[in-house]
Nanobody, 115 residues
Framework: QVQLVESGGGLVQPGGSLRLSCVVS????????MNWYRQAPGKQRELVAS???????TYAASVKGRFTISRDNAKITVSLQMNSLKPEDTAVYYC?????????WGQGTQVTVSS
């Protein structure tokens, strides 16, 4: 079955950095686009960054220039490097893959940006 396991969240001060990772199993990882979403308290889940099988990336306007999504097909891992973090980046971050009409999600990892 499809499994996505995130890691790397935590508490960081404004201006700091974190790197999230997501290990994916149960699919032929290299042929699928991968996404990172986030959900802050009281808000809808939003798409943060995407990467295609060929490595093309797209970002939400709010994180462009600060976050970088990458993938390592040999390690079946998608990562999100987050720099210059702001309090408004505080959220639970989820790794996502869409297969046919079905979305698969990881369990989420909490990122808290606070002084």
């Amino acid at each position: 079955q499809v499994q996505l396991v995130e890691s790397g969240g935590g508490l960081v001060q404004p201006g700091g950095s974190l790197r999230l990772s997501c290990v994916v199993s149960g699919i032929r990882f290299s042929i699928y686009g991968m996404n990172w979403y986030r959900q802050a308290p009281g808000k809808q889940r939003e798409l943060v960054a995407s990467i295609t099988p060929s490595g093309r990336t797209t970002y939400a306007a709010s994180v462009k220039g600060r976050f970088t999504i990458s993938r390592d097909n040999a390690k079946i891992t998608v990562s999100l490097q987050m720099n210059s973090l702001k309090p408004e980046d505080t959220a639970v971050y989820y790794c996502n893959v869409r297969l046919l009409q079905t979305n698969y999600w990881g369990q989420g990892t909490q990122v808290t940006v606070s002084s």
